[in-house]
């Protein structure tokens, strides 16, 4: 059964469009950051321009020189600074003048000439204020002899030309760096889906050939007790469906589809004398015959992959009342796969022909397996599989061995290999 690994696909796809997501927001952030420092640059060294206007030929402030300079205020303020303040040596305010249009920006903005620290002579700080971009600027005034006389503060905007501009080159800028971010991703994401094709392509393939491996060493165990390995199939047919009824955890019901394929694996090592004899075994031969458990153990803990299968295979011949073998357990101290398959192995070994026995009638076998309730068989799991029995046994004896086969292996590659896709999305 091929895999489509859309869930894969589908999860591929989500993880790269997550990433391109992660990675545009901090390279838009990176862009952005850069982008705003080239603006504060340029935009300071337009305000740092435009206020040379008017502090290069100032020569002294002071009271007796107010009116002068609030004229001069007036004036430079029809450009682009909206508001100004000159400070004397001793930073107290002189004098201020605002465009009557801009009194709520300049009076969000704080002054910051109190801010500056012994010897700091400048200062300045860009901000967004109701849609537009204002540089406030704090810088030192010097005469022409070159001795400071105070300093000037002022809001200038950023006029409607230079703003343009601005957005369109951040714009540009952040439309650039996010492109680049989904061409990589989108060249990313062809790299890693072919890549995960492969690998969704070579991991069925192992599933399959596991799955295989163990359909053949458990076929290869059951022929020797009989001319078809069928009961195997009947038995997982049973299993899967009990598994399904009590709604077992996928692992689980995987394992115990396992141990159906695996549970007389160590039977491999028990001469066909012992095996096929047609009538009652010694105790001898039964303590030999016993013995296919712990070999069966062995068998499959070479194999790490089969290793869920050893509920099973240890503790089928467990007896609810602690009266099987090997260890005697008893109760819910009995794994409950391998209580459950205790069930299903007698009732198929009751219903099949072997070559020492013929089958018996199906209200015969569940009577006998009535009378092992609570000593041989858990009663509550007894309950679940007399629920479902009927039906099931009257399907897997209608079908022939090829027909059985199919459709076992159809419902494996359901629980295995669709929910191993399942897993990976």
């Known amino acids: 059964?091929?895999?489509?690994?859309?869930?894969?696909?589908?999860?591929?796809?989500?993880?790269?469009?997550?990433?391109?997501?992660?990675?545009?927001?901090?390279?838009?952030?990176?862009?952005?950051?850069?982008e705003w420092g080239r603006v504060n640059r340029m935009v300071l060294a337009l305000a740092t321009n435009?206020?040379?206007?008017?502090?290069?030929?100032?020569?002294?402030?002071?009271?007796?020189?107010?009116?002068?300079?609030?004229?001069?205020?007036?004036?430079?303020?029809?450009?682009?600074?909206?508001?100004?303040?000159?400070?004397?040596?001793?930073?107290?305010?002189i004098l201020e003048a605002l465009d009557p249009g801009a009194e709520d920006s300049r009076r969000s903005l704080p002054e910051h000439v109190?801010?500056?620290?012994p010897g700091e002579i400048d200062h300045h700080h860009m901000s967004w204020v109701d849609g537009r971009l204002l540089m406030q600027v704090l810088l030192p005034v010097a005469g022409g002899d070159g001795i400071m006389r105070g300093y000037f503060e002022g809001v200038y905007e950023v006029n409607a030309d230079t703003f343009r501009d601005i957005k369109a080159g951040m714009t540009t800028g952040l439309a650039l760096t996010l492109g680049i971010v989904l061409v990589?991703?989108?060249?990313?994401?062809?790299?890693?889906a072919t890549l995960n094709r492969s690998l969704v392509r070579l991991s069925s393939d192992l599933l399959k050939s596991n799955i295989e491996l163990m359909e053949v060493l458990g076929s290869a165990i059951a022929l020797r007790e009989s001319d078809t390995d069928a009961h195997n199939y009947r038995v997982t047919a049973y299993a899967m469906s009990m598994g399904e009824a009590l709604r077992l955890p996928a692992r689980q019901l995987r394992n115990l589809i396992?141990?159906?394929?695996?549970?007389?694996?160590?039977?491999?090592?028990?001469?066909?004398?012992?095996?096929?004899?047609?009538?009652?075994?010694t105790s001898a031969e039964m303590e030999t015959l016993r013995r296919h458990v712990s070999l069966g153990v062995r068998i499959i803990t070479n194999a790490g992959w089969l290793l869920g299968a050893r509920d099973v295979v240890e503790f089928h011949h467990e007896k609810f009342d602690?009266?099987?073998?090997?260890?005697?357990?008893?109760?819910?101290?009995?794994?409950?796969?391998?209580?459950?398959?205790?069930?299903?192995?007698?009732?198929?070994?009751?219903?099949?022909?072997?070559?020492?026995?013929?089958?018996?009638?199906?209200?015969?076998?569940?009577?006998?397996?009535?009378?092992?309730?609570?000593?041989?068989?858990?009663?509550?799991?007894?309950?679940?599989?007399?629920?479902?029995?009927?039906?099931?046994?009257?399907?897997?004896?209608?079908?022939?061995?090829?027909?059985?086969?199919?459709i076992v292996r159809s419902r494996v590659a359901e629980h295995f290999l669709l929910a191993e896709e399942a897993a990976r999305g």
């Open 114 to 117: 109190h801010d500056l620290a």
């Open 184 to 192: 990589t991703a989108a060249v990313l994401y062809s790299v890693i």
């Open 322 to 406: 602690g009266t099987g073998y090997l260890k005697g357990l008893s109760g819910k101290a009995i794994p409950r796969n391998a209580r459950v398959f205790a069930i299903i192995d007698v009732f198929d070994a009751l219903t099949s022909r072997r070559p020492y026995k013929e089958p018996l009638p199906f209200d015969e076998a569940m009577a006998i397996l009535e009378r092992g309730r609570g000593t041989h068989f858990d009663p509550e799991l007894l309950d679940v599989f007399r629920g479902i029995v009927a039906d099931l046994h009257g399907q897997v004896s209608a079908c022939d061995d090829a027909a059985l086969r199919r």
């Open 50 to 93: 435009e206020t040379k206007r008017f502090t290069e030929h100032i020569d002294a402030i002071g009271p007796e020189h107010i009116e002068a300079l609030e004229q001069r205020a007036k004036e430079f303020i029809q450009g682009d600074f909206i508001s100004l303040r000159l400070y004397g040596l001793d930073r107290k305010k």
């Open 258 to 281: 396992a141990g159906a394929f695996l549970h007389d694996s160590g039977k491999i090592g028990v001469s066909d004398s012992i095996l096929l004899k047609p009538g009652p075994l």
């Open 1 to 34: 059964m091929k895999i489509v690994p859309g869930n894969v696909g589908r999860t591929v796809v989500t993880r790269v469009v997550l990433a391109w997501a992660a990675l545009s927001l901090l390279a838009g952030a990176v862009v952005f950051y850069v």
